[in-house]
């Protein structure tokens, strides 16, 4: 609808030209303020006489600057006057105005439109009665008030809500489901809510399923906290492998576990889970020989088939079950190929300390507390490498110490592998590397270079620089040789992952890949976005990008990519992945997380902040900024602030314990906080069932 002004009157001081079919005209001087904003309808018509149809004519003024309109000539069957100077214009009410106010159908609001509820009252065959949406909530159903069968809400959170049964405040249902909900404390679940009970859940926390489901609702739930995590029925029971458990009788859902429940008839079925212990004991049916099948017994025993009946046997303790086995007490970590006749699921224990196993050429990492068990999301093949490293301790708010840099540069990167601390500077041949992360040496890179990042795999150090075809690769950190990558671009940022290393460039669609870190090729970004950090986790490349943007993209290889949206716009200046998160931060005091690096949430970093670089180690991720402050995080939602030192901080790595960064400048400064290793770490890897179903 067009909008209205009182009194919008005024005389014509400059007439269109040619006066019967000019489109253009000028108000007197300083007039122009007193009519509405276009569009809008206005009537013209001769000094000192009524408009009439035989002299006015009704014009559409389609745009105004000061005092000269725009205007569309000879509207709704009115005929196109000669307007000379001294003509009346104003907004008057015409039949367009009037049948824009006939019918709210044909209504357009501009402003808030207040009322108490709509009712819809349905067409032929809706004969149940009238629908009315009646509102919102913060959260959930209403809980006061009275209402009526077929009423409606949508809540503040998205939910669709539906009054099953009318009264004070009547029955409700969700029909909408709420899709993925990451919960780390008690509460009660949505229809259709797929619980995520995250890294940062405690002890003792309770999901209550959701009251009043329909027929056929269904409740998922996936552990991924270091803790057990109980679920109750609500109004309703729950049925594990037969077993029934009352409204009021928790059902205790393991680490690293994950349910799919599915209601009828007041009671909440398991009807799939990933919980070994579930999924052992169980009569399974073997014909034709049953070789290399596996099961899991309820006390933990690996059993195999006999491959001739259904018989199940304990293997000896120096067959397959038994694939590595030790105690760190000094060192922080053991790594060991293991040799398996299939590929299988491997369930690893940690004693009376936690650890960390990281598994295979993908390398999936689980953090196993102390006394406790648990098993890898995918089968391993034969032949993989896993690693087995020590929890840490230490209250990373008690602050970062300083070291010294070898030499006065605009430091950008740094890395960690094979015992070493290697950083890299932007506008110099300097490097510098460590073996303590507290007292460095000099190096030298290949050439004077912009050098951005760096990174460590498969027995490589490896450069990238801005604005140049040069790279470098070392084998040591200290001795380093030039490379050469596909094309002079801004490369901002190479990463290490299954096999490969993969370097985004700025600006540009062109990435690059290498499989030994010498020789690249290209390869093809979804977008010319201001690409600037990459990561490598859970089997999944992630890059980020600046702008400020909303620019990430993931790929399974390192060469195809794929786009994807970050949670907000920002100039995401550092991409991490640990403990199966992805975690990115910006420039602008923003963070954001992801468990598969496709889906992204907004964290709660502290936004007063200049975010730089973020890491992961030791059961944290730590973000520094550009002002000397410090951010740690468990689960890169959550996050707790303390400050270093006063220096522009552009790169973190961890290592061995200790989280480094160096700072832009030119500048010497270095920052480095040791964690504590928790010894001893008793631990067991056991080959498990060699299929997943």
């Known amino acids: 609808m067009d909008a209205l002004k ?90 367009n105005l009037l049948n824009q106010l006939a019918s709210l159908s044909g209504a357009t609001f501009t402003g808030q439109v207040s009322v108490p509820d709509i009712q819809i009252t349905g067409i032929t065959g809706a004969t149940a009665g009238n629908t009315r949406l009646v509102g919102t909530t913060a959260s959930g159903a209403p809980t006061t008030g009275t209402f009526s069968a077929g009423d409606a809400i949508i809540d503040q959170t998205g939910t669709i809500w539906f009054c099953i049964t009318g009264g004070t405040p009547g029955t409700w249902t969700n029909e909408i489901p709420n899709s993925l909900v990451v919960r780390s404390a008690t509460a009660t679940a949505g229809v259709g809510e797929f619980t995520i009970f995250g890294i940062s859940g405690t002890s003792g926390q309770t999901i209550t ?67 070994i212990n579930k999924m052992g004991g169980l009569p399974l049916a073997i014909s034709g020989g049953g070789t290399g099948l596996s099961s899991i017994g309820s006390n933990n025993t690996v059993l195999t088939s006999n491959g001739t009946t259904a018989s199940w046997q304990a293997p000896a303790a120096s067959g397959l079950s038994y694939l590595m086995q030790g105690q760190l007490s000094s060192t922080n970590s053991q790594s ?137 690769y070392s084998t040591n950190g200290t001795t380093w040789t030039a490379s050469t990558m596909p094309s002079s671009l801004y490369w901002t940022g190479v990463t290490y992952g299954n096999g490969t290393f993969v370097a985004v460039a700025s600006g540009y669609t062109t990435g690059a890949y290498s499989t030994n870190g010498t020789s690249w090729t290209a390869s093809t970004m979804p977008s010319n976005a201001a690409w600037t950090s990459i990561a490598y986790g859970n089997g999944t490349f992630v890059a980020v990008a600046g702008g400020p943007s909303t620019s990430g993209a993931y790929s399974t290889n390192g060469t195809t990519w794929t786009a994807c949206t970050l949670a907000q716009s920002g100039s995401w200046d550092s991409v991490t992945w640990g403990n199966g998160i992805f975690v990115a931060v910006a420039s602008q005091g923003y963070n954001t997380y992801s468990i598969n690096g496709i889906n992204w949430n907004n964290g709660n970093i502290n936004s007063s902040y200049s975010w730089n670089c973020v890491t992961y180690g030791g059961g944290n991720f730590v973000a520094v900024s550009s002002n000397g402050n410090v ?25 061995n314990g200790y989280f480094v960064t160096v700072a832009n400048g030119p500048s010497t400064v270095a920052n480095y906080f040791k964690q504590t290793a928790a010894h001893p770490v008793t631990y067991t890897v056991l080959q498990g069932p060699t299929s997943v179903y």
């Open 6 to 95: 009182n009194f919008a009157y005024s005389t014509v001081a400059t007439p269109p030209s040619p006066a019967t079919s000019g489109t253009s005209l000028v108000v007197a001087s300083g007039q122009g303020a007193l009519f509405p904003a276009a569009p809008f309808d206005a009537t013209i018509w001769p000094a000192g006489v009524q408009p009439l149809s035989t002299n006015a004519e009704i014009v559409r003024v389609t745009a105004v600057a000061t005092d000269t309109f725009t205007i569309t000539r000879a509207q709704y069957g009115t005929t196109a006057q000669s307007i000379t100077a001294g003509y009346q214009i104003a907004q008057t009410i015409d039949a």
């Open 209 to 275: 399923l959701p009251a009043n489901p329909q027929n056929g609702a269904i409740y998922q739930i996936k552990n991924l906290s270091a803790y057990t995590v109980n679920i109750l029925g609500g109004t309703n029971s729950i049925s594990v492998s037969g077993t029934l458990y009352g409204a009021s009788t928790p059902y205790t859902i393991p680490l690293n576990a994950a349910y799919t429940f599915v209601y009828t008839g007041g009671v909440w079925f398991c009807f799939t889970t990933t919980d």
């Open 336 to 472: 060991a190929t293991i040799t398996l006749g299939a590929s299988s699921i491997l369930m690893l224990y940690a004693g009376t300390n936690g650890a960390t196993f990281t598994v295979g050429q993908n390398a999936y990492t689980y953090n196993v507390p102390a006394n406790s068990t648990v098993s890898t999301s995918t089968l391993i093949a034969s032949g993989s490498n896993v690693t087995v490293q020590t929890s840490y301790t230490g209250t990373i708010s008690t602050g970062f110490s300083s070291s010294t840099l070898p030499s006065s540069s605009a430091w950008s990167g740094v890395t960690y592998g094979n015992g070493y601390y290697v950083a890299v500077a932007s506008g110099t041949t300097a490097g510098a590397y460590s073996t303590n992360g507290t007292s460095w040496t000099a190096s030298t890179m290949p050439s004077s270079r912009n050098w951005d990042s760096v990174t460590y795999g498969n027995g490589y150090f490896v450069a990238v620089a801005s604005g140049t075809t040069t790279g470098a």
């Open 631 to 655: 951010a740690y995080s468990v689960d890169g939602n959550i996050w707790t602030s303390s400050t270093a030192t006063n220096a522009n901080f552009t790169a973190i790595t961890w290592g």
